[in-house]
């Protein structure tokens, strides 16, 4: 009834100006994420909006088609420019526009409700993209301007009033509403997986993968995202100790080198010798594969959190552990997940049987220098271990360069490399020397994972980013399976310092992989360790960090409806507090009207209402005259409270109205009273 | 006998909640017994977007997303309070009831006081009326006007009142009912156009009478206590020449009316009689005339002033047929 009446009241500039300025704070984080002509046209339209005198308004004929035609022609450009629309990001550029057009066409302040809520919802896409502290920083004054915006929806701001005001107000409020939004960030039910279809977009970042061609790695190599970061318990072992085994390809085409399709067995790690315990927080990748060093002893399991010394209560694991020695996730990790593993660090492990060998000894036809060339190196050799030796001297003798930026090779690629140009990146290494070992009859595989990363001197973990992606070989002889690194062979430095010192002057190392420790690598180095901190406390607070905390506070138990009962107690206590703080007390009456009150209430009760007209000394003497036998105590309080009411202050009304309190008290009661005379 | 809080505990309870007696006797504090708050259209578009916001932060496992969405929770949740404490501690008197002729509008008056910290965006309103905007500073006092329109004559109860209030952020809507015993009067409707006033005793006659509506000032006398407020010339006031009353030609130079419901003509109805006879009381008031008045029921002998007036009038208003009664 009263809403209606305001909604078609138009909207003022100044309740304008707070709309366009939440819009404009929702769209812009979105910026990088869209396509440019979205951004421009939905961003432009709230400004061009408001360069408009706020008195002219769109015609109301031109408004009905407007926002359909505006929606539908920027809903074409959309899966014009994706390919398709039911998806993540083209639905995020569709709102980005949307809002701008409906700002377009507010006009009430219930268009202007329907634009705050579709920004606030824009808001919280951009955390798709991703989760940053700043990220998280320019939310916050975008929740502030909501506050101003809704306030100034309410109540069109008077063009004397502060602009700041409002904004205070919601600051205010968003201190006294933090308690909660703590209680329920913590306690509010995570989940393991998606809710509805895994979306196939989530996380644009991807790590290794379990294909290798020529350029992968190295392409992989420029980024200077983080694949995982890792806390040791105890000290960290040396660089060149640093192996982190991803996927394991076996298959060769000529061209590319890939996994096998089925995983065989699951195997339970045997204990070897003494081991390494480590807690690994992974990035999200949208892949099922975890990273140990080499090698695993263990299934990786939930964090041990808060502990120096590793204990091992017996808890579910992660993953499954192959026979090529790799870790296998259930699902692929699309949010950050953490996990304690341990390992025993050595450079071989036991072969499985003759499974490994029949695998990995296929080739496929061409090459055929190189392989002539295994062949007859082998036969000099004499054995296998010999061999191995000799190629890995051969990469080392020879004028091999590491490189970043091999030339384009063609046709019989290992042929090209080996003996023409020479210049490589891990890839072609380990590519090259696996080939060269199937040919002379060894079984052998490309091992492609990470190696090295940097210890953050601030905060003492390692962070291993996509830089460190590298490829090495492993050869099964003599009944274990050996890792051997030709790129070692051929650039030693970079398995000992990593990729900056082992690439030549002028190649395209990453920042962060450059040795110089500048000021501002180091600054880079204290804004991981913040950044660190963050994913694991807030970004990575999953079921899994959940159930930690949970424990940690005795709720490991709970039961589901406990701790909904808890945080009911907790919203009311919270409620109360605030409440008490603002000093809502039970507010009183002055006791002389409060007395006055309640003989007014049983006068009514005995069936003599007070007239609204009637003043004390009235309604007293007409009390009386119904009820005679008190009619002297009736007319003393009517005096009294008269007196107390109307009378001059003086310093003994404490003792007048105890006196009137005395008066009514000896009153006869309401059931005597109500059959009179 | 029936009184606001005997009854059943069922009544007792209708009563509490929806306050449909006129039971408030004296100041009502506004306290937690009495608020309701319940969210508006815009604070359920509000929750519903938030609710989207977490099922998004759900599936995308955007820790983010649930500390955006649960920090706007919070924000909404102290909006909550707020609002509660916007009205709470506010004290409502019930003042004053106005008189009307029926067809216009009944004013009541009440005070509202803030106990406390400043209240903005209060919003006044009667069962039938527009709602009236109320700021209250810290601390102060301010009155109220209700404006109720009528439609027939009698007593007009005031009836509940909502004090409600959507301030900070219009998310909440909190409302108190108030229900104070005050009850304005509703004269007749005096009859459009006048019928010509009866011939006085003296054979004062209706002709004259009737132009003495509109009649000429005959000039000025001195001002006695007692004279009608809109005789006196207060242009004269203003301008310092002392206090004058105005006199109009013919007036108060016949003798008294007699207004009676037995002279009417007898295929009158009886609410055009009494339209009538309050037009004919509204006239002799106008030319400071005296008149007595009978109507079955009650009889006024004759005077003048506007007290004089106003019990007639309120004979008129409280009226009720012998058939009916």
């Known amino acids: 009834m009263k809403v209606a009446a305001v909604a078609v009241s138009p909207l003022a500039r100044s309740q304008f100006a707070w709309l366009a300025a939440l819009v404009l704070c929702a ?38 088609w407007l926002l359909p035609v505006l929606a539908l022609a920027v809903g074409v450009g959309v899966r014009a420019s994706y390919g398709y629309f039911l998806a993540r990001d083209p639905c995020v550029a569709f709102l980005y526009a949307l809002v701008g057009i409906k700002f377009m066409e507010t006009r009430s302040p219930r268009d202007g409700v329907v634009v705050a809520c579709l920004s606030l919802f824009l808001l919280l896409t951009q955390y798709f993209y991703g989760q940053t502290i700043v990220a998280a920083a320019i939310s916050l004054p975008a929740v502030l301007v909501l506050g101003g915006t809704l306030a100034a929806l309410r109540d069109a701001p008077a063009a004397s009033a502060r602009w700041h005001a409002p904004l205070l107000a919601t600051a205010r409020m968003l201190v006294q509403g933090v308690p909660l939004a703590a209680l329920l960030f913590v306690l509010f039910p995570r989940l393991a997986g998606p809710l509805w279809g895994s979306p196939a977009d989530t996380g644009a970042r991807t790590g290794l993968s379990d ?21 040791f318990f105890g000290p960290p072992p040396g660089p060149a100790l640093r192996y982190w085994r991803g996927p394991v390809l076996s298959r060769f085409d000529g061209f590319e080198w890939t996994a096998l399709p089925r995983l065989h067995g699951t195997r339970l790690p045997a204990e070897r010798g003494p081991t390494v315990e480590y807690t690994v927080t992974m990035e999200a990748n949208n892949r099922p594969w975890l990273f140990a060093l080499e090698h695993a002893a263990g299934l990786p399991r939930a964090p041990i959190t808060d502990v120096t010394e590793p204990v091992a209560p017996p808890q579910r694991s992660l993953a499954i552990l192959t026979d090529d020695d790799q870790l296998f996730a259930a699902t692929p990790v699309t949010q950050t997940l953490r ?35 295994a062949r007859e190196m082998r036969e000099r050799a004499g054995s296998d271990r010999a061999f191995v030796a000799a190629v890995l001297d051969w990469f080392r003798s020879e004028p091999f360069v590491y490189t970043l930026a091999p030339p384009l090779l063609e046709g019989n690629r290992v042929d090209a490399f080996l003996f023409d140009s020479r210049r490589g990146f891990c890839e072609h290494y380990a590519g090259a020397f696996v080939f060269l070992l199937r040919a002379a009859g060894i079984p052998a595989r490309v091992v492609t994972g990470y190696q090295g990363g940097e210890i953050n001197p601030d905060g003492g973990y390692l962070i291993v980013r996509d830089s460190d992606a590298h490829a090495w070989a492993e050869a099964l002889i003599g009944g274990l399976w050996q890792r051997f690194d030709p790129t070692a062979a051929v650039a030693p430095s970079r398995v000992e310092r990593g990729l900056g010192a082992a690439l030549p002057q002028g190649e395209p190392v990453p920042y962060l992989a450059r040795l110089d420790m500048t000021w501002l690598k180091s600054l880079r180095l204290h804004w991981d360790a913040v950044n660190y901190q963050w994913q694991r406390s807030v970004v990575g607070f999953n079921v899994q960090r959940q159930r930690d905390v949970l424990k940690d506070l005795g709720l490991g138990a709970a039961h589901p409806w406990q701790l909904v009962a808890l945080v009911a107690a907790l919203t009311v206590a919270w409620g109360t507090v605030l409440l008490a703080l603002a000093r809502v007390r039970r507010i009183r009456l002055d006791p002389a009207s409060a007395l006055w009150s309640r003989l007014c209430r049983r006068l009514a009760r005995a069936g003599l209402p007070r007239r609204p007209s009637e003043g004390p000394l009235a309604y007293t003497g007409r009390a009386a005259e119904r009820w005679p036998q008190s009619s002297a105590v009736l007319h003393r309080i009517g005096d009294a409270y008269a007196a107390l009411r109307y009378g001059p202050r003086d310093g003994a009304s404490d003792e007048r109205i105890a006196a009137l309190r005395e008066l009514i008290a000896a009153l006869p009661n309401t059931r005597r009273m109500r059959s009179p005379r | 006998m029936s009184t606001a809080s005997a009854g059943s505990p069922l009544s007792r309870w209708r009563q509490r909640l929806w306050r449909l007696e006129a039971g408030d006797l004296g100041p009502v504090v506004l306290r937690h017994q009495r608020i309701y708050i319940l969210p508006t259209r815009r604070g359920l578009a509000m929750i519903a977007t938030l609710t989207t916001m977490l099922l998004t932060s759900m599936n995308y ?45 009944l004013e009541f008056t009440l005070s509202f006081a803030s106990v406390g910290s400043e209240r903005r ?35 007009l109860a005031l009836g509940r009142v909502t004090v409600s209030t959507d301030f900070p952020l219009a998310l909440w809507r909190g409302w108190a009912y108030l229900h104070f015993p005050l009850s304005g009067l509703v004269y007749p409707a005096p009859e459009v156009p006048p019928a010509a006033l009866p011939p006085g005793p003296d054979g004062f006659d209706a002709y004259r009478s009737a132009r003495a509506v509109d009649a000429e ?22 301008r310092g020449s002392g206090w004058h009353t105005k006199q109009f030609e013919g007036s108060g130079g016949s003798g008294p009316l007699e207004l009676a419901w037995t002279d009417l003509p007898p295929g009158l109805g009886v609410e055009a009689r009494l339209a009538r006879l309050c037009a004919w009381i509204l006239a002799a008031e106008r030319e400071a005339r005296a008149f007595s008045l009978a109507i079955p029921g009650t009889a006024l002998a004759s005077g003048s002033g506007p007290a004089h007036c106003r019990r007639a009038l309120t004979a008129l208003a409280l009226y009720r047929d012998a058939d009916t009664a």
Request: hydrophobic share 45%; no cysteine.
């Open chain 1, 27 to 64: 769209q812009l984080p979105l910026w990088p994420y869209v396509p440019l002509w979205v951004a421009v046209v939905g961003s432009g339209l709230v400004v061009a909006r408001l360069a408009m005198p706020a008195d002219r308004r769109i015609p109301e004929r031109a408004r009905r």
């Open chain 1, 211 to 231: 294909r290798m061609e020529p350029g992968s790695i190295s392409e992989l190599s420029l980024s200077d995202a983080v694949a995982f970061r890792v806390d």
């Open chain 1, 339 to 373: 996990y304690t593993q341990r390992s025993v660090l050595s450079d071989r492990f036991p072969a499985r049987g003759e499974r490994d060998v029949r695998e990995n000894l296929q080739l496929p036809s061409g090459n055929p220098r190189s392989a002539a060339f």
């Open chain 2, 61 to 105: 496992s955007l820790s983010l997303g649930f500390a955006l969405t649960f920090m706007v929770a919070g924000v909404v949740a102290s909006a909550l309070l707020q609002t509660y404490r916007n009205l709470a501690g506010i004290v409502a008197t019930p003042l004053a009831a106005g008189e009307a002729f029926a067809g216009g509008k």
């Open chain 2, 121 to 155: 965006g209060i919003v006044v309103r009667a069962r039938s009326g527009p709602p009236v905007a109320v700021g209250l500073p810290r601390g102060a006092t301010r009155p109220v006007q209700l404006a109720v329109a009528t439609r027939r004559r009698g007593q």
């Open chain 2, 217 to 238: 000032l005959a000039g000025l006398r001195d001002y006695q206590s007692g004279d009608p407020l809109n005789r006196i010339a207060w242009k004269a006031v203003a």
